[in-house]
């Protein structure tokens, strides 16, 4: 019998907790390869990845990187560069992002691009990139290698279907998937597969680890999209209403314009075309997601790729490990109530 995905409100709050216990060790190496690896001569790169490296992330990636090594029972040590590599890859893309989407709050700070401008961060984003890819040769393995790189590759595409897909109400429900399991669960599922291939285990183990690292990533964007709307910039650390003034079509905007009625689907239009986005249109769009169903809907899919998640766990014994695997997939879900 598998896990089961218990993350209702008024129950404990699940937490990554148990995670950060079982990798502690080995999450003190990997912050000390980041550390030394994000140096250099020009005084600049260090300055600016260590103020978003060191502005408050949970380092979810490599910790699970470290985690799934853990519930294989590794013994070795080159996962520590390999989930080092991992969060420079996902440092890398954060610089980028917020240079696209001129984003103003990243984790209850001012993003690098708004105190050192957008070339600075694009730069040092590319620095971030080339040290995850230094890592990589390093391990030597040109499996690791060829999974991190292509995570990489699907990453850069993700974006640019976004980008493609920004102020396009038309954006389908198959396209909006596609970019999300791009963008952001490409990396995940990377990030779990390679701990497979240092612990020198079969395909179908790369290929479980995977599946779980995908489904938590698919889950863990859906939540992130439905509380742009509900949450404010403490809670998420961003600006409330990012996406909405962005032009995202994101899940909850493709459901409540699908089911919306004719001055709804107007309303949709015009504020993903940027014509409607005030502080009163915001709350009006979130009204109309509440009465449409939207955002209920939307947590219900991450509910469901969540389960998907722990079912991808089945194969593996029952432990520390597992049952911290289990709870991270709670708490990426429960980051809603």
Sequence with gaps: MTATVHTFPGKTTPSLDAMVQLVAADLNQVNAVILARMQSEVALIPELAGHLIAGGGKRMRPMLT?????????????????????????????????????????????????????????????????????????????????????????????EVNQ?????????????????????????????????????????????????????????????????????????????????????????PVILAHARGDAAERTFWRDAMEGRRTSDADLAHATRLLETRGAMADTLDRARHYGQRAVDALGPFPAGKAKAALVEAVEFAIARAY
């Design 163 to 251: 980008l493609t897909a920004q102020r396009r109400i038309e954006t389908s429900e198959d396209q909006y998937l596609d970019i999300i399991g791009a963008k952001t669960a490409a990396l995940f599922a990377a990030a779990c597969r390679i701990a497979a291939v240092v612990a020198e285990r079969e395909d179908a183990t790369e290929e479980a680890l995977d599946a779980y690292g995908r489904n938590l990533g698919i889950a863990f964007q859906l939540v992130d999209d439905a509380i742009d709307y509900a949450s404010d910039g403490a809670t998420m650390g961003k600006d409330a209403g990012d996406d909405f003034r962005d032009g995202k079509v994101t899940l």
């Design 66 to 158: 470290l985690a799934c090594a853990r519930l294989l029972d590794y013994g070795g040590a080159r996962h520590h560069k390999l989930a080092a590599a991992v969060e420079f890859i996902h440092t890398a893309t954060l610089l980028h992002d917020d240079v696209v989407d001129g984003s103003g709050l990243r984790r209850g700070r001012r993003t690098a691009n708004i105190i050192w401008g957008n070339p600075a961060s694009v730069l040092v984003g590319d620095f971030l990139f080339s040290r995850a890819f230094e890592l990589m040769v390093e391990d030597g393995s040109l499996k690791v290698l060829r999974i991190l790189s292509r995570a990489s590759n699907v990453i850069a595409e993700g």
